[in-house]
C-alpha cells in the first residue's frame, strides 16, 4: 500500500509561463515515452513478480513508487506554465503585446489556442494524461511479460526513449527552473536506465539470460537459422557488413552468418469459402 | 521498394485444424509482442534513419521486410486452422461430435462460437490485424525515436517478448506443423534479440552508448542523483541490496549507492481560478 | 432536428432467449461492419454536404434517421436475449441444466461466464456500443470525405460488410424472431447497397465520376503511370491476366497494361542527425 | 511525493483458485468502472487543483493514494486466481478432471484457453491493466476539469459504476477470501460515493453549486429554455410527467414545465464546395 | 423509431468565419464533454432500461432525440465557420491579410494550417466525430450500467462537463451568432443537470437512492469502514477536516470519522514461475 | 515473402524543406485515408483469399507489395521537409528570419513548434505511423471481410478518399519535388480505383455480384422492403426524387419506390432487473 507527502519529490519553479512548454511537457506525462507509462509498468511487473526471491518485487515498487512522485512533478509544472494563459478572447487581445513577447513573435491569438486547445476547453488550465497532441495515453504500452529479462529490457527500452524526450525538453526549455527540474528528471533516467541493465548483470549478463526466455530448451527450436542474418536484396546483393553478420554470437552459443532469403514454403491454398460463410457465389467451389 | 515471391519462407502445414489456436496465434499478428509491430517497427526506424553511415538502414531494412515474412506465415497458418470450422449453428450441431474431440470435451458449440466471433462474423475463416482478444493493433507500438541505442533496445525489448510469446504458443501447440512452424519463429527470435545487441556491441558496448542519449553533455544533469537507487519505504527500511545498488555504475561514469527518497521540495500552490476559466465561483479568489 | 416514436421499426420478438446469439449481435451494433457506423457515417455527410443541390443532404438524413431505429432494434434484441440469463454463480449452478439444454452442452458456467462478462458486469444484461469481442466502437470509421462520390463508394463498402454480417448472423440464428429481424435488416442492407449505387449513376456513372476527385484536372497527374497495373514478383514474373491487365479503363480515359515494377528512384539519403536533437553521438556528423 | 509499504492494504486471500474469477476480476482494475480510473482521476484533479483553499487538494490525495493500494490488491487477486492454471495442452489435458471439478464441468481445455488468452500468452499468470476482455484502459477516461462540482459529480459516478461492479463481483465469487475482499471494497466505495456529495454539501449543496459552473452569469443564458423538459415525440405526445416536468426546479432558479419540440431554426445551407476542396466537379458551382 | 426535420433545433448563424473557433466547437461535437456522448449515454440507457415503470425510458428517449438535434447544430456551426477558409497555399497567400485581419494578426498560412490540418485534408471543410485536436470519439464513453441511479450520476457528470465546455466556448466565441446559439446550449445544459438529479429526488433523494447499487444488502460490506475517511500521509498527519471527516454520512446510515491508512494485510507471495511459462530459469523454482 | 531494394519507386526531392508540409504528410502515411491502410488491407485480403482461383490472391499481392514502396516514399519526404527544422529553442530563435520567410510570416517559433511536436520531441525529425494530428494508425481500419466483392468495394473507398487527400496535398504543396512525387501517387491512386472495379465487372458486374453477399438466397430476406427508400420526415414530406426513388433497381431485381417510415413493432418490454444484477431496489420488481 501507499503514503503521501504532499511537497513534491524535487522543486518545480516557473519564473516565466510559457504556454508552450505546458504543452511539450505533456509529452513526459501522457506520451509512450512518458512517466505515466513507467510508473504503471514498473507497478504491473511487481505486482505479477513471480520467481524464488523478492529483491526484484522489492525493486520495481520502490522506482515505480517513485516515478508517481515524477508525474506529480510534471503536472505541476503544466499548471504552473499555464499561470496567466488567457482564457478567453478578450483576455488574448489584451495580452497580445505581453504575451507576444514571451511567445517570440505577434500573433498571439492563434499560436496560443492552437497550442492550448484541450488546457483551455478541458481542463481549466491543468494537466492531464495525454501526449503533447491530446492522444490520451493507453494503457497497453504497459509491458509486463512475466519473464523478468524481457521485462528489464522493455524498461531499458522505456528509460532510454524517456531521456531522449526528456534531454529534447531540456533543449527546448528556455526557464530556468524548468531546466533545472529537467536536470534531475535526466539524472534519474541514468539511474533507473543503469538498474535495469544491473539486474541482467546479477542474472549472469547476456550468456546467461539470453535468448530470452531462457527456460525454452534451444534444442527444440530451429537451430539451422538461429544466428543467421537473412538478406532480403531483391538482387541477392548481401547486407553490409557489421558485428551481426559474422563471429560469436552474443550468447555465446553460436555463430553469426548470412543467409540470403528464398522461400523455403509453398504457396498457400487455402481452398475455396464455405457455403454458408457469406462469400460471394464466385469464392465458393 | 519492395518485391514479392508467392511461396512462403517457411513451410506452413496444419494437419489437425485447431479453431483455438487460430485465435491463439492472432496475439502473434496483432499483439504487441507480434510480427506486425516488429515489422513496422523496423521499416519507420530505417525509413528515418539518420546518421553517419548507411549500414543501420540496410540491417533494418533487411530484417523488416523478413517480418513482413513473418505475418504472411501466421496469417495462413490462422486460415488453415479455420478449415473446416462450422459457419453456422446448423453445422455446428453436425459437427459437435467430431469438433468435441478435437476439442478435448463436449460443448462444442459454446465453446467455438467463443473462441471464434470474429473469424465467423468479420473474416469469413480468415486472420486480422488484432490479437487473441480482438483488440486491434494500434501503430503507437511502433517505437521509433531517432536515437539509434534506445531503438536498438526498444527492438531487443519486442523480440524478447515476442520469443516468450512464440514459446508460448508452441507449449500451447499440438499440432507437429504449427511446432515446426513456430520451431523456425523461435530460432530467428533469436537471431534477431542477438543482432540488435550486436550493434550496442558495435557501437562501443554500453559503456559508449550509455546513458542513451550520450550527445547530452552529463555535466548538465543533475549528477548527485544520477547512480542513486531511491528506496521509497514509508517507515525508511532500505531496499534489498542488489547490483544496483553498490559498485561501479553499468555505464562505468559513476558508483551505486541507496539514498531514501524525501521531499527536496515544497508543497505546490497552484493559486485560485481565473474568473472566466469555468470553474465554481468557490474556486475564484 | 429529430422525433422519436417509442415502438419499434419493426417487431423484434424472442422466444428462447441465447445469451451467445446477445454476444454476436453486439458485432451488429457496434463493430465496424454495424448500425453505429452507418447511422452516424451518413448523419456527418448530411450535415457536411455542399454541393448544387439538396437532394443528397435530404437522402442521407432519411437513411441517417432510418439507421438509429436500426440500432434501437438490436439493442433490444440484445436485452431480450438476456432475459433469464443468470446474474450469480448460484444462479449458473440453478440453471445449469436448462441453460446446458439451450447452450447444447454441459458446462452452463464456463461458457455462458465467457459470453456475457461485460453483459454481466458492465451492463446490467443490456447492450453496449462495442463489438462481439467487447471493443468499444472508435469514430474514426466514419468516412466523410467531402467528396459525394468518394462517400457513395464508403457507403457501398459499409452496406457491403453490414449485409455480409448480417447474413452471417441470421445463418448462425435459431429463434425465428431473430431471422425474422435479420430478414428484415439484410432486405434494408439490400436497398442500401442500391442507393448509394444509383447516386454514382444519377452522376452519370463511373465514366462521370471516375477518378475520384474528378475535379482535379488529370493531365497534372503523372499520366503514364494512370493505367498501368504494377506486377511486384521478385523474379519478374508478370501478374495473371485479368480485366484490369488489359481493355479499356473502367473510366474510358486510358487503357490498362502490366507494368514489371522497377525502381524510378534513388536510394535515399537523410543525411547526420542534428547535434541537439538527442541522437547518438555516433549518428551525429 | 510517495512512499510504499510491501504490506497489502487489506488481507487478499485466495482457497481455491477460479481462473474465470481472476478474468472477472480485471474488470475491476482496467474497466471503465475499475480502478486505475480512480486513482489517476483522483490524483490529476488533485496535482491541477486551483481555489482558495487547499483543503480538497487534500482530500484528492489521501483517496487517489489509497486508491492506488486497490488496484495492487486486484492485481494480487488475479494473479492468486491463476495460481495453478495450466499453461501448456499437455498441462490442461493432465488437470482436466481437477480443473473441470473446479470449473463446474468438463470441457476445461476450451474454456480455461478462452478465458485465459492473456494471462496465459502475455502476462506468465499475471493481471494486466485491460478490463475482463482484454481492452486495455484508456486515459480519456480520466474525468478532471477544472470544475470542483463537476468534478466531484464525475467522482460520484465513478464510484457509483464502480460499487455496483465490486457488487455484481461479490455475486460472481464462491471463494471467501474473494468475497471478504470484495466485502472490504464495497464499503470502500460506499464511503467513497458519500465524501464527494459531502463536497457539494459543504459547498452549499445543490442550490449552491448548481448550475455548474456556477460562475456564469446565468442572465446570459437563454434562460426561456433553462427549465423546460423538451418532448420529442413525433405526435405530439406529452412526455411522461415527473419530477422533471413540474415543480420548482432543483436549484431553485426556475420551474419546471414541458415544451414540445420544434424547429427554431431553418433547414441550413453551406454552399457549394470550394474548386480546389477535392469535392466532385458536380458538387462545385 | 426515429424522424427528422431538416431545419435546426435553433437557429445557427455565423457572420464571421472563424477557423480556429470551427477546430474549438469540435470539443463540443467529439470531446467526451461533447454531444456525442451525451446523446449515445442516453440512448443507450434507454434501450436497455429495466425497471417497474416505462417512465425512465420515456425520459431518456425524449432527451437523447433532443441531443441529436444538437449534434447537428455544432456540425452546421463548424460548417459556417469553415466558409472561406483557404483551401490550397495559393488561396492562403491571397488571403493572408483578409484571414490575418480575422486571426488577429499575421502569419496566416502557418496558424491557420496548424488549425485546419484534418478540415482541409480530410473533410473538405466540414465537421467530423473527434475533438479540437482531433482524437476520434470513442465509444467506451457510453456509460450505461443498468442501475438508474448511477446512470443518473454519470448523466450529471457528463452535463456538468458539458456546460463547463459551453461555456468555455461562449467565452472564447467573438460572433455574435455563435454566442446566441451557445446560450441556447448552455440552457439546455442547466435543464438537462436539473432533470438527472430530479430523478434522483423523485427515487427517494440521496438517503433512498446510496449507496449504489441500494439493492445490496449493507450487511455484506464491512462495514467497519463504511464511513471512515482514510488519511494517507506517510507520517501520519491527519487530513484537513472537512464534511467527511466527521458528522452523520450523506445517506444517513453512519457517521463519518478518519482513518490512519496502515496495512491491514500481509506482503504478497506470488510464488515462483511455473516451468512451462516463458519465464526465466531464474524465476522458476 | 518479400524482397527488397534499397532504391525509392519514384524519386523523392525536396528542395525546399517545409515543416508544416511535413506534417501534413502525415496524414497520407498514418490517416485512415494513407498507405499504411491500404498496403496492409490489401495484404490481409490476400493472405485470407478463399476462392476457385488464384487470381485474387495474385493482384492483390502485387498491389500490397507496391504500397509498402508509398510508405517508404512519404516516410522519406517528411523526413527531407524536415531537414534543417530547429530542434531547440535557442536554434529556433537564430532562424527566425530564415524559416519566418520560408513559413510566409513572422512568429516562427510558435507556429513550428506547434506544428512539429512530435517530429521534434519523439522522432528526431522522422516520419511516424500517424495522422496529421498525430493520431497513431488503427488496424481496425483494415476490412477484409472475406467476401471478394465486398472487399473490391472497400478497396475503391479507400482510394477514391486516398486520392482525395492526395489532391488535397498537391493543392497545399508548393515544392516542385513535392508535386512530382504526388502526381505520380495520384496517378496510382487513379489505376487502383479502376482495378478494383475492373474485379467487380470481370465478375459480372453489379448485376451479378450485387446484392453482397450474392451467395444468400434472397427468397430469405423480406423482400418487401429491398427496393424500398425509406421516408423519414416527421410530417410526411416525400423524400426529393432521385435515380434511388424510381425506375429499375441497379442489380435488376426490383423496382425502387418509396414508403414512408412507420412503426412496424410495438414499444418494446424489457421487464424488471434481475434482483441481484446491481440495478437500484426501485428497478427490482
Redesign the interface.
Known sequence: ????????????KVETPDP?FA??LQ?AI????GE?RVC?QY??QA??????T??Y???L??????E??H???L??AV??NL?GAP???????AK?SVVGTI?????????????L??H???????????????????????????????DM??N??AE??G???A????????DQGMK?ML??M??????H???W???I????G?KA????????D?S????????????????GTP??????THGK???GNGT?SVFQ?????????????????????????
Chains 1, 2, 3, 4, 5, 6 share one sequence.
Open positions: 500500500m501507499y503514503y503521501v507527502d504532499k511537497r513534491l519529490q524535487f522543486p518545480v508552450f504543452r511539450q509529452q501522457g506520451g509512450i515515452e505515466i504503471m507497478f504491473f505486482w505479477g513478480s513471480r520467481g524464488t523478492t529483491k518485487r522489492d525493486m515498487l520502490h522506482t515505480a513508487t517513485e508517481l512522485g508525474i506529480e512533478m503536472a505541476t499548471a504552473l499561470e482564457a478567453t478572447a478578450q483576455e488574448t487581445a497580445d511567445m517570440g513573435g505577434g500573433n498571439a491569438r492563434a499560436t496560443m489556442e492552437g497550442m486547445q484541450r483551455i476547453l478541458s481542463t481549466g488550465m491543468a494537466a492531464f494524461p495525454a501526449n503533447a497532441e491530446g492522444v490520451p495515453f493507453d494503457m497497453s504500452h504497459i509491458y509486463a511479460s512475466g519473464n523478468l529479462a524481457a529490457y522493455c531499458v527500452a532510454s526513449t531521456r531522449v524526450l534531454v529534447r525538453l531540456y533543449n527546448a526549455a528556455h533545472d536536470s534531475f535526466i539524472a534519474r533516467d541514468t539511474m536506465q543503469q538498474q541493465l544491473a539486474v548483470e546479477e542474472l549472469g547476456e539470460t539470453l535468448p530470452i526466455p531462457n527456460s525454452f534451444q527444440l527450436e530451429n537451430t539451422e537459422y538461429s544466428y543467421k542474418f537473412f538478406g532480403s536484396a531483391a538482387d547486407p553490409e557488413a557489421g558485428r551481426w554470437s552474443i550468447d553469426f532469403n528464398r522461400p523455403l514454403g509453398e504457396e498457400p491454398s487455402l481452398g475455396p469459402a464455405p457455403p454458408q460463410s457469406g462469400a460471394e457465389k464466385q469464392q465458393i467451389a
